[in-house]
């Protein structure tokens, strides 16, 4: 699938996009790389939280990636369309983290602007 077409999937499908993730980060944890999980997948407010955990645990990687290299907060002044600034943003990351479709679909999912705002203010 065109990687465009896979953004707008998933900006337009929450709980796929967060699904996707979940699976995806337990495969790698439990070291499973083409098999499929299984049992069942957490509600989504559960993969919400774990996500949430898992960006606390990695927030330097996603300030410095996000909000200083992207510039995420001028590029969201700029750039109206959520699919064009994921897109944009999945260069910055994709080299730090794993599943860099998902976590930028997510990330301007849940916004960045918490993430972003104690940078701006100490400019």
């Keep these: ?3 465009r077409k896979l953004m707008e999937i998933y900006l337009e499908n929450q709980e796929l996009v967060f699904s996707t993730w979940y699976e ?3 495969s790698k944890e439990i070291g499973i790389e083409d098999g ?3 049992g069942a997948i957490p509600s989504l407010e559960d993969i919400i939280n774990k996500f949430k955990k898992w960006c606390s645990d990695n927030v330097k990687i996603l300030k410095k990636c996000i909000c200083v290299d992207f510039n995420y907060p ?3 002044k700029v750039i109206k ?3 064009d600034l994921a897109m ?3 260069p910055f990351i994709e080299k ?3 599943f860099p479709y998902e976590v930028a679909a997510m990330i301007i999912l849940l916004g960045c602007d918490k993430l972003c705002a104690e940078i701006e203010q100490s400019e």
């Design 1 to 3: 699938m065109e990687n």
């Design 24 to 26: 995806k980060t337990v």
């Design 36 to 38: 499929e999980l299984t």
């Design 74 to 76: 001028e590029k969201k």
């Design 81 to 83: 369309n959520t699919v």
């Design 88 to 90: 944009l943003l999945i």
């Design 96 to 98: 730090e983290i794993d």
